[in-house]
Structure formats: structure tokens, C-alpha cells
């Protein structure tokens, strides 16, 4: 089991910048992949970055390329996803997900966390 807790989503204007955390504990060796996914009012579930725990390769949905990073501190145990120039369409609660190999697809994550919401005003 892979328990994760996310914080540090909020309320901001166009433009600012956030970050959020993602603490992972209990079986993270068995962990290869870390994701963040949002959702937001009436929509799906959609992948936003992914990093793998060795080696640290990324990769990011086209909708945040440039602007979203996403990193990770193995001796935390913690993924990390600074947003900068966010915009009102950003605006979802947001997720993290574990999963034993990297996938842009929500339902091949076993673990995910609670979610914290992210709100962008114009």
C-alpha cells in the first residue's frame, strides 16, 4: 500500500504562481511512476505531468508544457508541481497518483491521494 497526501492548492489570480506537494509513504519502493491529474467543474479526470521516482524523466500534458514542473525529493519521499502563469482554466482540484509504471491514463494508477483544489480567478 502507497498512502499520498497532497496540499498546498489555493486561491489566486491569473498569472500568479503555486505549488503543490505530494507526500508519499508506506510501500513507495513499489512506486515507479508519480503523476499529478486535475479535474475540474464537470469534467473528467485528465493528466497533467509524471515523473519517475529513478532517473527523474518527466513528461507533461500539452496544455501545461512551459508553464507546470513537476520534481521530486526521494530522501522526502515527496513529488512536487510548481505552476506558474496559471490560468482561470487551470482551475481543478488536483491530484496525485502512484502507479508501477508511467501512464497518461487516470484508471492505471492504483494509489491516489484526497486532492486539493486549485482556483484561478481572472
Known amino acids: 500500500q502507497v498512502q499520498l497526501e497532497e496540499s498546498g492548492g489555493g486561491l489566486v489570480q491569473a498569472g500568479a504562481s503555486l505549488r503543490l506537494s505530494c507526500a508519499a509513504s508506506?510501500?513507495?519502493?513499489?512506486?515507479?511512476?508519480m503523476a499529478w491529474f486535475r479535474q475540474g467543474p464537470g469534467k473528467e479526470r485528465e493528466f497533467v505531468a509524471a515523473?519517475?521516482?529513478?532517473?527523474?524523466?518527466?513528461y507533461y500534458a500539452d496544455s501545461v508544457k512551459g508553464r507546470f514542473t513537476i520534481s521530486r525529493d526521494n530522501a522526502k519521499n515527496t513529488v512536487y508541481l510548481q505552476m506558474n502563469s496559471l490560468k482561470p482554466e487551470d482551475t481543478a482540484v488536483y491530484f496525485c497518483?502512484?502507479?508501477?509504471?508511467?501512464?497518461?491514463?487516470?484508471?492505471?494508477?492504483?494509489?491516489w491521494g484526497q486532492g486539493t483544489q486549485v482556483t484561478v480567478s481572472s
Open positions: 497518483a502512484a502507479a508501477g509504471a508511467f501512464s497518461r491514463i487516470a484508471r492505471n494508477y492504483a494509489y
Open positions: 508506506g510501500r513507495t519502493y513499489s512506486s515507479y511512476a
Open positions: 515523473i519517475l521516482w529513478s532517473g527523474g524523466w518527466t
